[in-house]
């Protein structure tokens, strides 16, 4: 009976190991195609680090500024192709799949690396909540101020303290935290990235119109002037300007995650590294529109926050949507980025008081048109308490600019360079001193380089920014 039932699988498989319901790992059929994967991956690079890149620019110039986003772009294909490469461990057909990061780098490296790896994208997760804070409160202030500023014809400067627009939006990811799993935060999902291409492309828009108001390019070849700012400065937001665009970049966390929907054949390697090509390039294409438009429009005074720097005059009712779909894409990218973490906590937690029904027993509570909801009283407690401590956190530092260059310099190296680079020297058995060896750690030697600039820059940004800061008494 057995033998009888096996039969039509074994007439439906094809050479990598599936049928035609289930892949070769039992899981039903995968349908991701270079398209879905191209739009995953631009969906989720197109974020709030778009709004830095104006900034960027300017510290470096119309020569550095261009070629050194066309560096990172360049840089975070050719990792992307490596990290791809390690989807499967063994024969890139059939081998053993990876379905996150970390069993990638479980598979390939193991030992110290694998809690090196967590420690490194947890704490890169745990700074991007506090980043994403810090951005949704800026962004509902310049909506209160822009309504302000009208209804007083511009005689009240309209100052503000950020410090209730981080508990707002600090209360709202209290109550999405509850939801128990990542799988169900689908529509939240859709509702951010449709958000984040409406306020990019307002930021977009907005820059071409003052530049056409203005006459003229903004700008210099060669940046910020020394005078505006001191050599000092000059150096360290240099630094700072590689930060953000790393920042905006970032997304070889979740590159293993969005293979795991693609079908085969071809390989999911082949498909991956067609879908990388075509969302790398995208993004770049739309981040030196948004990031040389911004600096045209505004030259040495181009904002941290772009969409800050267009003052609150009209079309102040675009201003305004754009802030608001800033602060929604954020409310959901908060919840994307941190669920991964939840899930690990709570799974550790689970591992080690197994018969603790505190940490497993859920409680089924019923919904009137939905399914009853499961409320967990770990859960309840933990996630509220990371929200709370994130929320703190971002009242104590409010510097958008310098958090998002600090994010980007820690994770870059670590995340899209030194571990993709490793395993794919592990994967395809290079042997050390080879020419191809030596070729692939002087190129991780040199992103790590870059990562210490940008986090020394970073840090000296955050330093500066406290000499003339009061704890909880930020204002606009």
Known sequence: MVQNQQIPFAVDMPQNGGSKCFDDDGKNKRTGSVWTASAHIITAVIGSGVLSLAWATAQLGWIAGPVVMLLFSIVTYFTSTLLAACYRSGDPNSGKRNYTYMDAVRSNLGGVKVKLCGTVQYLNLFGVAIGYTIASAISMMAIKRSNCFHKSDGKDPCQMNSNPYMIAFGLVQIIFSQIPDFDQLWWLSYLAAVMSFTYSSAGLALGIAQVIENGKVKGSLTGISIGAVTETQKIWRTFQALGDIAFAYSYSIILIEIQDTVK??????????????????????????????????????????????????????????????????????????????????????????????????????????????????????????????????????????????????????????????????????????????????????????????????????VVLDLKSYKPFQSSY
């Open 264 to 461: 085969s054949p071809p390989s999911e390697e082949k498909t991956m590294k067609k879908a990388t090509l075509v969302s790398v390039g995208v993004t770049t294409m739309f981040y030196m529109l948004c990031g040389c438009m911004g600096y045209a429009a505004f030259g040495d005074m181009s904002p941290g926050n772009l969409l800050t720097g267009f003052g609150f005059y009209n079309p102040y009712w675009l201003l305004d949507i754009a802030n608001a779909a800033i602060v929604v894409h954020l409310v959901g990218a908060y919840q994307v980025y941190c669920q991964p973490l939840f899930a690990f906590i709570e799974k550790q937690a689970l591992i080690r008081f197994p018969n603790s029904e505190f940490i497993s027993k859920d409680i089924k509570i019923p919904v009137p048109g939905f399914k009853p909801f499961r409320l967990n009283f770990f859960r309840l407690i933990w996630r509220t308490v990371f929200v709370i401590i994130t929320t703190v956190i971002s009242m104590l530092l409010p510097f958008f600019n310098d958090v998002v260059g600090l994010l980007g310099a820690l994770g870059f190296w670590p995340l899209t360079v030194y571990f993709p680079v490793e395993m794919y020297i592990e994967q395809k058995k290079i042997a050390r001193w080879s020419t191809r060896w030596v070729c692939l750690q002087v190129f991780s030697l040199a992103c790590l380089g870059v990562s210490i600039a940008a986090a020394a820059g970073s840090i000296a940004g």
